[in-house]
């Protein structure tokens, strides 16, 4: 039997096509780098089903490749199961917090703390502004949150 991931963590947003994956792609890259790869369970995932199987976001991936870092996500929707597995939940904005707190209390095995990823930026950036309705440099901005969130989370984290 394979041996268990130490630590698992799920980032959420709205639809799962922007802010989530990029973040995802941001942190196994973190931990690739750090040769911690086999310590993480990584998943993104989204409060809403409207973007279930789609690809990222063009403007996503864009901004990924500019920075070297690949994915291969499709978006999935947030599953009960999902709160009882990860060890940490971490989504973008006030509205995703409430969703999956409101989600949490109809799981009698919740094992997940649910934070926002702003909440470790050490720039103190609480909320990751949604760059869907934005262009190149709303993403880009996006990343560079994530980025700070991200490094500063996985030191805490291990």
């Given at each position: 039997?394979?041996e268990q991931s130490s630590k698992s963590v799920l980032?959420?947003?709205?639809?799962?096509?922007?802010?989530?994956?990029?973040?995802?792609?941001?942190?196994?890259?973190?931990?690739?780098?750090?040769?911690?790869?086999?310590?993480?369970?990584?998943?993104?995932?989204?409060?809403?089903?409207?973007?279930?199987?789609?690809?990222?976001?063009?403007?996503?991936?864009?901004?990924?490749?500019?920075?070297?870092?690949?994915?291969?996500?499709?978006?999935?929707?947030?599953?009960?199961?999902?709160?009882?597995?990860?060890?940490?939940?971490?989504?973008?904005?006030?509205?995703?917090?409430?969703?999956?707190?409101?989600?949490?209390?109809?799981?009698?095995?919740?094992?997940?703390?649910?934070?926002?990823?702003?909440?470790?930026?050490?720039?103190?950036?609480?909320?990751?502004?949604?760059?869907?309705?934005?262009?190149?440099?709303?993403?880009?901005?996006?990343?560079?949150?994530?980025?700070?969130?991200?490094?500063?989370?996985?030191?805490?984290?291990?």
């Amino acid at each position: 039997m394979a041996e268990q991931s130490s630590k698992s963590v799920l980032f959420v947003c709205l639809g799962n096509i922007c802010w989530s994956p990029i973040t995802e792609a941001v942190f196994r890259k973190l931990v690739a780098d750090q040769n911690v790869s086999d310590n993480w369970a990584i998943d993104s995932g989204a409060v809403s089903d409207r973007n279930v199987g789609h690809a990222p976001d063009p403007r996503a991936m864009s901004c990924l490749r500019n920075h070297d870092i690949s994915t291969a996500h499709k978006a999935r929707q947030v599953t009960k199961e999902d709160f009882a597995i990860f060890d940490y939940m971490l989504c973008m904005d006030g509205s995703n917090l409430r969703d999956l707190n409101r989600k949490s209390n109809q799981v009698k095995n919740c094992k997940a703390k649910i934070e926002l990823l702003g909440s470790y930026d050490p720039q103190k950036q609480l909320m990751i502004e949604d760059p869907y309705y934005g262009n190149d440099s709303n993403f880009e901005l996006v990343y560079q949150q994530c980025l700070r969130c991200c490094k500063a989370f996985l030191e805490k984290a291990q």
